[in-house]
């Protein structure tokens, strides 16, 4: 992932040299790339999306306040490209979305999809990193354990919130003014 990128700070230009098939990102000025997403996470992501994004994005069904994008462009000092597979902003901190450049705030919430190139990645880099940078609450959807892990930040450090599974139906905060019906995350078990 890393491999060489620490010896030289990674520019922007490092993530636009990059094949088509590889998904970049830099933090703390290190260059990390994984493959694209195979269909199991992009389902994850795309189905967690669907339920909380009418709630909260749009405030059918719920409060509202939000907003939640799929892989947003976020750049934060000395971290020009950082893309979580799904992150939220309450739009008290983030009245409006840049149209075109990319966003300047620190999330409130993110979640990341394990796929086995990122799973190590998204625990030992990108946890530590969001905790640094002050994101509010972290989520983990483990599509292979058919698991959703939740952490709150408190004092610098994650507490967990709890771990759910399988066919649950959770009220997670920060969005726990909705039922997530977790069995939606996942691909069909074989039969």
């Known amino acids: ?45 795309a189905s967690l999306q669907e339920q909380i994004g009418p709630p909260f994005r749009r405030g059918i069904g719920g409060p509202g306040g939000w907003w939640i994008l799929p892989e947003p462009g976020i750049n934060l000092p000395d971290s020009p490209e950082v893309i979580p597979d799904l992150a939220g902003w309450r739009r008290e901190r983030l009245p409006e979305l840049p149209s075109n450049e990319s966003i300047k705030v620190v999330p409130d919430w993110v979640c990341e999809i394990f796929s086995p190139s990122t799973r190590g990645y998204d625990q030992v880099v990108k946890q530590p990193f969001y905790a640094r940078h002050g994101v509010r609450w972290l989520w983990f959807i483990d599509p292979e354990a058919r698991a959703l892990l939740a952490y709150r930040l408190e004092n610098g450090r994650w507490v967990s919130i709890g771990t759910w599974g399988n066919d649950d139906h959770a009220r997670i905060e920060p969005f726990d003014a909705i039922e997530i019906d977790l069995s939606d995350l996942w691909l069909p078990a074989k039969g």
Request: proline fraction near 11%; aromatic fraction near 4%; hydrophobic fraction near 40%.
């Open 1 to 45: 992932m890393a491999a060489d990128a620490a010896r030289k700070r990674a520019t922007y230009e490092d993530l636009l040299a990059l094949p088509p098939n590889v998904k970049g990102e830099i933090l703390d000025g290190v260059l990390y790339t994984q493959p694209q997403p195979l269909p199991r996470h992009a389902l994850g992501a």
